[in-house]
């Protein structure tokens, strides 16, 4: 079983798929391997998405348990990354479409100006931006820069032609700006006053 380590994301795909020519040891072997691989991108993947550490969680096991599911041993394999993200994007949606936002734009400037103003604290602030947006432009924003997918594998994955994808991300980042222009604003404000 030591071997899996040595295979191709295809080849473990096609082991994990195949109930005829390998047992269930065999293809629980495949099917670790590759989580060990990928895990660690679809959870930051999920989280990124979804905003909060426990629903990531769930969004992210229950992507693996339909990988593993859907299986099929017909299936010509040729990116397992990209079908990974495509099954976490589809637990995520199905996730969001269920929820109502609980921060809305007010709430969250409100919040960044009680928080002290700290360098580590740029990735959180970045967080909670992220969820203030669209679904699609904070989709197609994680994708690129966060996955490093093109705006052409993002459009494969969502249905939509690459230019859509660029123009989401573009205006991703825009909003982005726009949301946390206060945090810059009063940041510049405090640094002022204390060189003063």
Same mark, same amino acid.
């Given at each position: 079983?030591?071997?899996?380590?040595?295979?191709?994301?295809?080849? &473990?795909?096609?082991?994990?798929?195949?109930?005829?020519?390998?047992?269930?040891?065999?293809?629980?072997?495949?099917?670790?391997? &590759?989580?060990?691989?990928?895990?660690?991108?679809?959870?930051?993947?999920?989280?990124?998405?979804?905003?909060?550490?426990?629903?990531?969680?769930?969004?992210?096991?229950?992507?693996?348990?339909?990988?593993?599911?859907?299986?099929?041993?017909?299936?010509?394999?040729?990116?397992?990354?990209?079908?990974?993200?495509?099954?976490?994007?589809?637990?995520?949606?199905?996730?969001?479409?269920?929820?109502?936002?609980?921060?809305?734009?007010?709430?969250?400037?409100?919040?960044?100006?009680?928080?002290?103003? !700290?360098?580590?604290?740029?990735?959180?602030? &970045?967080?909670?931006?992220?969820?203030?947006?669209? &679904?699609?432009?904070?989709?197609?924003?994680?994708?690129?820069?966060?996955?490093?997918?093109?705006?052409?594998?993002?459009?494969?994955?969502?249905?939509?032609?690459?230019?859509? $994808?660029? $123009?989401?991300?573009?205006?991703?980042?825009?909003?982005?700006?726009?949301?946390?222009?206060?945090?810059?604003?009063?940041?510049?404000?405090?640094?002022?006053?204390?060189? !003063?």
């Amino acid at each position: 079983m030591s071997d899996t380590g040595a295979l191709s994301d295809a080849e &473990l795909y096609a082991r994990m798929s195949d109930t005829e020519r390998y047992s269930k040891r065999e293809r629980d072997a495949a099917f670790t391997e &590759l989580y060990h691989r990928h895990a660690p991108r679809v959870y930051a993947y999920c989280r990124r998405i979804m905003g909060d550490d426990d629903v990531a969680k769930d969004a992210f096991q229950e992507a693996f348990m339909r990988f593993y599911s859907t299986a099929d041993p017909l299936r010509t394999m040729t990116n397992v990354p990209a079908f990974l993200l495509r099954i976490a994007r589809n637990v995520c949606l199905n996730i969001k479409r269920s929820a109502h936002p609980t921060l809305e734009l007010e709430d969250y400037h409100s919040i960044t100006r009680e928080q002290p103003y !700290e360098n580590d604290e740029l990735a959180e602030l &970045l967080a909670r931006a992220l969820e203030l947006l669209p &679904l699609e432009y904070r989709e197609a924003f994680v994708l690129h820069e966060y996955e490093g997918l093109s705006y052409a594998e993002i459009g494969a994955m969502t249905g939509v032609s690459a230019d859509v $994808v660029k $123009v989401r991300a573009f205006r991703a980042r825009q909003k982005l700006r726009a949301i946390l222009a206060p945090y810059f604003s009063d940041r510049t404000e405090d640094m002022n006053t204390t060189d !003063e």
